[in-house]
């Protein structure tokens, strides 16, 4: 039996790899699933108990006052994120202390439930409001629905236990509160949506894909009362199938966009999933940054309207990434379009790769482009503000970030690569062991050797095969011109933003090598993105990269720093012990600001003194200290 990752479509243009069918041997995210078994596990565990959320549920499970209940109404959904990253690590690893952790938790959710399945800390004792009195604001659904994605990872890694028959219970209870004849309502955070649909493929019970089904179609009709940022923000002001592009709050839009794919998928709904493909479109086309991060503004923790991505205000919260990845690995599931894995893969490189410190102990929440004033270091000891920058902080008030970065990276290996009848696509380039069966009992396994993000050399040899012919398809990013894929000494040149593929009778020891010039870039934005126009950024392969003023000698700020663009940047020696870049640029000297500054006359542009700028991968910020940071940098006028 394959150990399904997070999501397992029963119908679709490529099935996933399951998580025992792909295992990512080294290299850069290798190192960070690593990382997280080891040092983001631990720490969340550890700052959920200093916060008390984990003692919530102790005294729940006790029957325990509600008085002294620690933390937001959501902190709940941070203990099952933290559950299913170790359901995911367990069946990754095989890791014998999340088994334990996993099994304690089962007992004391199990304890802490009510006999119809309700479970909560935050509402229905006494002194508490009660159930579902605040459906906007209370996340109840929503966390239900981490629960229930934690019970799916147990299932498929681990088989029914006591956390999968918790959940089990709780879904039973939702389908019977919220069904046909209950009540006539949706959670003001979709999440329960893309659960329930899991839920049901894992169990095969259909009253979830219904109660999920329903979920999605209630949205639109008003049902949430007008929320201070407008009705987007409950997703709530259209209904799915008619909307044109993601608004609202972005992890809310992007959440619920899943759960519809899923419900599209399951239920045969071509026209559901051609909306949220158009939706996806729009929202790629004019509302996502160069990062791959989306959420432009702070207010409302919402996506912009189209082309407004400022650098510097950009909200660009991790979940919101993390959601991203989510909806997108759906999408290519269902349709098999690149153009969907690549924009994953952006996005992890990027803001998630960034989001976790490089000792497992500090995370990003927000993730903006421009950083303009040296940020200062969370406290050790305290929870930060969400939406501090500039440094990554040890934990949040409101922490759903590492919780959700745990799950992600533990079920990495199954965003890795997809099969379907006569072919395995490799969509993640990274150094992997991957074995699968084809239909038919055909047996086929290939290894990945690349040191991708740093060569753009992939070289993938057959090590299982039945002789009768299938086809390796490797994805190739839309910035690869000039890509070439080579087989038996014969290279052919593999078009970009599409698959590079061979199909053959393989026979073990076979080889194919991809290509990818991976040369460091300039990238222009759209003049339409009015916040960068007239700037340039840098990016080599799959990476943005950025500049931090301890880079930049003798500037305080990188607010006169200019790029000339005549040359490309220069590579460095390109690794993730060096992974610089360098450009040719003018700094200018630190002046006084103009008592206004505006003028009639347009300033003059260049001048300064020219300096080699290095450069460094976005996601590789924040590691010396405070300091200025930008992606786009102005052009040098004198240049042209
Ligand atoms: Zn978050």
Redesign the pocket.
Known sequence: MTIVGPTDPSRGALRPLGLDEVRLTDGFWAERQRLNASAVLPHATTWMERAGWLDNMRVLASNGPAEGRRGREFSDSEIYKLLEAYSWESARSGDRQADRVLAEWGATLARAQASDGYLNTHFGRPGQAARYSDLPWGHELYCAGHLLQAAVARLRGHGADELVAVARRLADHVCAEFGPAGRNAVCGHPEIETALVELYRATGQERYLAQAKLFVDRRGAGLLPLAPFGREYFCDHVPVRQATAFEGHA?RALYLAAGAVDVAVETGDAELLAAVQRQWQRTASARTYLTGGMGARHEGESFGDDFELPPDGAYA????S?ASVMLAWRLLLATGHARYAELAERTLYNVIAGAVASDGHGFF?VNPLQQRVRGTPPDPDALSP?AATGLRAPWFE????PT?LARLLASLGSYTATADTTSVRIELLTSAELRTTLPGGRRVGLRVDTAYPWRGQVRVRITESDGAPWRVALRVPSWASGATLTVAARSSGAAPGQYAQAERAWRPGDELLLDLPIAPRWTFPDPRLDAVRGTVAVERGPLVYCIESVDVPGAGDLDRVAVATAAPPIDGPASDRDPAVHVRATVGAITAPPPWPYASDRPPGGGGDPASLRMIPFYARANRGPATMRVFLPEDCADE
């Open positions: 992890v919260e991790t979940c919101a993390i929440y969400r409101v922490s759903c970030c959700n």
